[in-house]
């Protein structure tokens, strides 16, 4: 079965699935809900749409391999906070008074996922339209740019979707740093084991409906690059 490859690197990613108006959370890993958005945003299907291509991308099955899992932080913000300040509301209201948000982030992350189906069409028109998108990419927010290209030259393996990612470690090593042997991954789970996620798409993203899905972890060894290997 094919597995489709995303590089998901950035200075900041936000993944939540819990968030409420003026506190956003956000994963230690990317939600399915945020990834299928993301292919969503790159194959031009608008969030007011629910069609055959974003069910069938919902129904791939999920892995996040932890590159380099990132650092908790916390970005907090003020809107209409000066005296001087006039907002409008949702409902067209003027409001004097101001709002604070605090917004959670994941600091320079690193993560390798994995989507696999019976579909290689699919997954080459979701490949192709990475390289090509039909709107900007962020990694969960839209100001939170990816600092490196989303798709990876061979990002369609044939094999399964914990085969495919045992590739080597996307992340750059840092002074004094070596590639790891083993990396903590996270994959979906087809027989109810694992920890649940509320994070699975089942309706447009205007309409914001979402089930469960259960995820289990586990530690895989990596394949070596070959100059690893000779050494």
């Given amino acids: 079965m094919p597995t489709l490859l995303l590089r998901l690197v950035g200075p900041m990613q936000s993944w939540g699935t819990t968030s409420r108006f003026d506190q956003r959370d956000t994963g230690k890993e990317p939600s399915k809900s945020g990834v299928i958005g993301l292919l969503a945003a790159a194959l031009g299907i608008d969030r007011e749409v629910w069609n055959e291509d974003l069910q069938a991308l919902a129904a791939l099955t999920m892995g996040v391999r932890h590159d380099r899992p990132g650092v908790l932080k916390r970005d907090f913000q003020t809107t209409g906070c000066a005296a001087s300040d006039t907002m409008i509301r949702a409902d067209g209201s003027l409001s004097k008074d101001g709002v604070t948000s605090q917004r959670y982030y994941l600091a320079d992350a690193v993560f390798l996922v994995g989507l696999d189906g019976s579909d290689r069409s699919l997954l080459e028109r979701a490949h192709a339209a990475l390289q090509n998108p039909t709107w900007p990419l962020a990694l969960g927010r839209k100001s939170y740019v990816p600092a490196e290209p ?12 914990l085969s495919a990612l045992k590739r080597p470690w996307l992340a750059t090593p840092r002074r004094g740093e070596t590639a790891p042997v083993e990396l903590l991954v996270s994959l979906e789970s087809t027989d ?39 050494a």
């Avoid at 989303?150 to 979707?161: K, N, S, T």
């Avoid at 084991?193 to 972890?217: E, K, N, Y």
Wanted: no cysteine; proline share 6%; aromatic share 8%.
């Fill in 150 to 161: 989303i798709w990876l030259e061979d990002g369609i393996v044939d094999a399964p979707l």
């Fill in 192 to 230: 109810g084991s694992g920890a649940l996620r509320m994070d699975q798409p089942l309706s447009s993203f205007a309409d914001r409906r979402f089930g469960a899905r259960h995820v289990r972890s586990e530690w895989i060894t990596l394949e070596q690059e070959p100059n690893d290997a000779a």
